[in-house]
C-alpha cells in the first residue's frame, strides 16, 4: 500500500528541509510525496511532483487562509501525511489543519517513520529533559523540527494547479518588518559567543561583542537580557521559546544555564562555559567551564587567542 | 471587557526526577502554572482594565486548583476548572473542552493563551482553540493595541515582526516578551480562596470527551553527554587553560 506524503512549509526558506523528511517517509514505504506551494509554482522547491494551491487573493503569509487552503484540497485529495515545518507560521498552520479535518497532530518531531498504519517520530519534551517517543493513527499531520535535516535539491517536475477559490481571512497584515538585516542567523552560526545576566550594564556587551568578532562568530544571548532587559533583540535570544542553535562552539558567558537556555544549545558540538557561582547549571551542560568572573577571565582570554595568532 | 484565559498546571520541569533507567518519575511531581501562562493572565488584566472580567479556563487534575488560585490571586475574577487528568488527552481534545467551556460561559472579547506550555511546549492548543471558537486570531503577540472594535496586534516571527489587524472579539496567544507578570501580594492570595471556582466534567461539555488521535509511546531521559571539565584558579591560568582546550578541539586556533 503506498502512502502518499505532503510537504509544506511557512516560510518557504525550510520548504526543502520538510522534502528531505517526506521523501525519506515515501522511500521506505513506497509511494510518493507532494511538495505544496501557495500562489504560484516555485522552482526553488524540491519535489517530483508539486501542487500549487491558487485562490482568488494571495495565500502566503496568512496562516489562516494557508489552512483553509490546504484542508480544501486535502478533502479531494486525501494524502496520509501532512508534514508542515515547525516554524512559529507552520504551527498554526498545522494545528488548524488537525481542527478542520479532524485529524490527529504532532508537534515539531524529527526521526519521523511510518509503523503499522502510523506516523511516528521523537520530540523533545520538559525543556528537552526528556526525549519523547510519540504517534499518530494515519491520516495525520505533523509539524516538523527544522534545522536538523540536509535539504533535498530542487528538482525539475510537473506542476498541477488546484484552484481553492475564495479565501476569508479575519485578520490582515497592515505592516510586516524584516528583523535586523545585517544581523547574524544564529542558526546558521558555527560559533556562537552568548551573554547572560552576569553582564552587569548593557555597555559591557562589548566585551562579548569583541570576542565574538576575534572568533569570527555570533553573539547571542539568554532571556533576561532581550526578553526583560532589552539589551539585545529578540532575534539573539536562545533557548526554548528563542532560537534553537547547533554551531560548533557555544560559548556561554555570565549564563546560569536554565532548562530553558539549554534547551536552545543541546545540539552544539562543543559547550564552553564562564560562570562565577561553581554550582551553576550550565556547568553540567558544558564539555568545558571556567568558574570565574567573566570581566576578570575574558580580558587574558582574549590576549591568549590574539597571541596565538600572531596579533 | 470580558476576556477568557486558558492556564495549565505543568510539571516543573526544573524539578522533574528520573529514576536509575531514565524514566521519568510523573506521579507526584512537583507542578506549577506553566511559565508563559503568566503572562497569558497578565495579559488577560491588561485588557479588561478597571472594569470587566476575567475567567480563568483549566483542564487539569484536582491539584490544579493551586495554578488556578495563582490566577486568581494575580486578579483574575473567577474561574473554571474542567477536573480530569489530561495526559490522557492530546491537544485536540484538550482544545474541544476549552472550546466547549468557554461557550457555555457567554461571549468574551479576548480569548488569551501563552505561546506553548513549559511542559511539552507544542503550542497547538491556542490556535485549535481559535478555529473551534471561530474568532479571529493572531498567534506569538508581544504587543497589543485595542482601539474600539478593532486591535492591532503586533506579532513576532523569527525573522520578522507583522503587524496585523484583527477585529475584536478574537484570540491570541503571547509571548513572554509581551509584559511583566505581576506578583500577587499575601493579601490577594488570601482572597484568591474566595473567588469562584466552577467544577466542571468533561462529560458535561460533550464532545471533549473522544479518544485522542494522537498518543505519547513513552519518555526518556535525554542523555547529555558532556566532557564537564572545569577550570579554577587565577583568571590568567583559567583563561589559557580554556583556549587549549578549546585548541586541542581543533575550534581555536592552535
Redesign the interface.
Known amino acids: 500500500m503506498s502512502t502518499r506524503v505532503w510537504a509544506f512549509s511557512d516560510?518557504p526558506e525550510v520548504a526543502n528541509e520538510v522534502a528531505a523528511a517526506a521523501n525519506g517517509l515515501v522511500n521506505g514505504a513506497g509511494g510518493g510525496f507532494t511538495m505544496i506551494c501557495l500562489d504560484k509554482e516555485s522552482p526553488t522547491l524540491a519535489g517530483q511532483e508539486k501542487l500549487v494551491l491558487k485562490g482568488k487573493g494571495p495565500l502566503l503569509g496568512s496562516?489562516?487562509a494557508e489552512?483553509e487552503a490546504l484542508a480544501r484540497a486535502a478533502r479531494q485529495e486525501h494524502p496520509d501525511v501532512i508534514l508542515v515545518g515547525a516554524?512559529?507560521?507552520g504551527?498554526?498552520v498545522?494545528?488548524?489543519l488537525?481542527?478542520?479535518l479532524g485529524?490527529?497532530?504532532?508537534?515539531?518531531i524529527f526521526g519521523v517513520a511510518l509503523v503499522e498504519g502510523s506516523l511516528?517520530g521523537k520530540r523533545?519534551?520538559?525543556?528537552?529533559?526528556?526525549?519523547?517517543?510519540?504517534?499518530?493513527?494515519l491520516p495525520?499531520i505533523a509539524t516538523l523540527k527544522v534545522g536538523i535535516y540536509p535539504l533535498l535539491q530542487p528538482s525539475d517536475s510537473k506542476a498541477r494547479v488546484f484552484d481553492v477559490g475564495e479565501v476569508p481571512s479575519?485578520?490582515?497584515?497592515?505592516?510586516?518588518?524584516?528583523?535586523g538585516s545585517g544581523t547574524v542567523?544564529l542558526r546558521s552560526s558555527k560559533?556562537i559567543v552568548s551573554a547572560g545576566r552576569g553582564v552587569k550594564k548593557k555597555e559591557d556587551l562589548s566585551l562579548i561583542e569583541e570576542l565574538a568578532r576575534l572568533?569570527g562568530g555570533a553573539v547571542g544571548c539568554s532571556?533576561p537580557l532581550?526578553?526583560?532587559l532589552g539589551w539585545l533583540p529578540?532575534?539573539h535570544h536562545i533557548g526554548?521559546?528563542g532560537?534553537t542553535v547547533h554551531p560548533?562552539?557555544y560559548l556561554a558567558v555570565g549564563i546560569s544555564g536554565?532548562?530553558?537556555h539549554v534547551a536552545g544549545i543541546?545540539d552544539s558540538k562543543?559547550?564552553?562555559a564562564?560562570n562565577t557561582d561553581?554550582s551553576a547549571p550550565i556547568?553540567?551542560?558544558?564539555?568545558?567551564?571556567?568558574?570565574?568572573?567573566l570581566y576578570?577571565?575574558?580580558?587574558?582570554?582574549i590576549?591568549?587567542?590574539r597571541q596565538?595568532?600572531g596579533q | 471587557v470580558r476576556v477568557a484565559v486558558c492556564v495549565k498546571h505543568a510539571i516543573d520541569e526544573a524539578e522533574l526526577k528520573v529514576d536509575n533507567e531514565g524514566k521519568p518519575l510523573l506521579v507526584g511531581a512537583v507542578s506549577k502554572m506553566s511559565t508563559f501562562d503568566k503572562n497569558g493572565v497578565e495579559e488577560a488584566l491588561r485588557l479588561r482594565g478597571g472594569s470587566g472580567e476575567v475567567v480563568v479556563f483549566c483542564v487539569g487534575i484536582p491539584d490544579a486548583k493551586k495554578t488556578i488560585r495563582e490566577a486568581l490571586a494575580m486578579g483574575a475574577d473567577r474561574a473554571e476548572h474542567i477536573v480530569c487528568d489530561p495526559t490522557s488527552l492530546d491537544s485536540l481534545a484538550t482544545s474541544a473542552l476549552l472550546a466547549a467551556a468557554i461557550e457555555r460561559s457567554g461571549k468574551f472579547d479576548f480569548v488569551i493563551c501563552s505561546e506553548g506550555s513549559s511542559d511539552t511546549y507544542t503550542g497547538q492548543v491556542p490556535p485549535m482553540l481559535a478555529e473551534r471558537l471561530g474568532l479571529p486570531y493572531v498567534g506569538y503577540a508581544r504587543k497589543v493595541e485595542v482601539s474600539g472594535p478593532k486591535a492591532r496586534v503586533e506579532r513576532a516571527l523569527e525573522n520578522s515582526v507583522e503587524v496585523v489587524e484583527s477585529p475584536v472579539p478574537m484570540a491570541l496567544s503571547v509571548v513572554s516578551e509581551i509584559n511583566e507578570p505581576r506578583y500577587p501580594t499575601l493579601i490577594q492570595i488570601m482572597q484568591a480562596s474566595k473567588k469562584p471556582t466552577e467544577d466542571l466534567t468533561p462529560e458535561a461539555l460533550g464532545p471533549g470527551g473522544k479518544v485522542a488521535g494522537s498518543w505519547v509511546l513513552g519518555m526518556k531521559a535525554q542523555a547529555m553527554e558532556r566532557k564537564r571539565v572545569v577550570f579554577e584558579g587565577t583568571a590568567e591560568e583559567t583563561a589559557a587553560k580554556l583556549v587549549e582546550a578549546l585548541s586541542n578541539e581543533g575550534i581555536l586556533p592552535r
Open positions: 516560510p496562516p489562516e489552512a516554524t512559529r507560521n504551527r498554526e498545522a494545528s488548524r488537525a481542527v478542520k485529524r490527529p497532530c504532532l508537534s515539531e511516528r523533545n519534551a520538559f525543556a528537552g529533559k526528556l526525549l519523547a517517543e510519540v504517534a499518530a493513527q495525520c479575519l485578520t490582515r497584515v497592515i505592516e510586516r518588518r524584516e528583523k542567523d560559533l572568533l532571556r532581550s526578553s526583560d529578540e532575534e526554548l521559546t532560537v560548533d562552539l536554565q532548562l530553558q543541546k562543543v559547550i564552553a564562564i561553581k556547568f553540567q551542560a558544558s564539555d568545558y567551564g571556567v568558574v570565574g568572573d576578570s577571565v575574558l580580558p587574558p582570554m590576549k591568549e587567542i596565538r595568532r
